[in-house]
């Protein structure tokens, strides 16, 4: 995939982004802020400037984990932001397959089903990360397949659901699986963005792990991932997953456009890391960030074109 530069067929850029529906909603960017914060010490100092801005610019925005709000609300603050957001934009919160999978096997998922209520989100992320658990001292294992267990949520539950891989990326057996689930998106946490198998490795102080390195670098990036949707679209259009989110080793705003304006189903990108290193300052730092980001797209819209 190329950009080419339409310098003398494009008149003057418009001022504004023009609204599209998305998960049901209406963003104006084609933007997700995605899962970042999950009871830190900064989380609502992050999350509302993020809510903010989401608010302001028309984003999308998935909580990071909100495992911690299943038991008590003491961190419910941190988390509560559709008042700051608004009724018109998406947003998700988000659950670990491991949690699920437990919960599953309780028959305690209808606490998945309070919690979003209480946070009056949109719907559910399930985050998918089997080597960060089991590279992780405290990681935990799972029992069952996490396809299986996303499916036998499904049948329990009238939550809207996004799928999200965490930091390696998915094959494309594993995408062929879940786009033909009822579920609201796919969300990529493609090889390239931040490496949490790398991470929990470089935790373990008292043990050599070098034998383990090379799974650090096993997976598919974004643009590999969505060329794979893209294909199995191509050849089977009657899937039911009919939405991405593309994240995972995006670092600027033309490489998330180019595979957006690509994706054969709608589509929106992350840029996880920047937005975070932005949002833990002051809103007016991120409000600049989020503003060069608008104009980047409109200017994109404007004079460019992929092909």
Known sequence: MAISFMSLLSP????????????????RLPVWISSMTGGTALAGKINRNLAQACAEFGLGMGLGSCRILLEDDKYLPDFDVRPILG???PFFA?????????????????????????????????HVNPLQEAFQPEGDLLAAAPIETIQAFLEQTQLKVIVKEVGQGMGPES????????????EFGA?????????????????????????GRVGHTAEEMAAMVNQIVGESPDQRCRQL????????VLDGYRLVKSSQIPAVFGMGSAFLKHATEDYP?????????EKSLLLADQFLRVR
């Open 12 to 27: 003057h850029p418009s001022h504004k982004p023009q609204p599209f529906s998305f998960l049901g909603k209406s963003m």
């Open 245 to 252: 989110i593309i994240s995972g080793g995006i670092t600027n």
């Open 87 to 89: 009724e018109d934009v």
């Open 285 to 293: 730092t991120l409000q600049t960030f989020v503003k060069q980001i």
């Open 94 to 126: 988000n659950l670990g397959i491991a949690q699920l999978e437990r919960m599953i096997q309780a028959g305690s998922t209808d606490k998945i089903d309070e919690m979003v209520q209480r946070l009056q989100a949109d719907g559910i992320i399930i």
């Open 191 to 215: 090889l390239g963005g931040t490496n949490f198998t790398k991470l929990e490795l470089a935790r373990h102080t008292n043990t050599d792990t070098a034998l383990f390195d090379t799974f």
């Open 175 to 186: 995408l062929k699986a879940l786009l033909k689930l009822p579920i609201e998106a796919i």
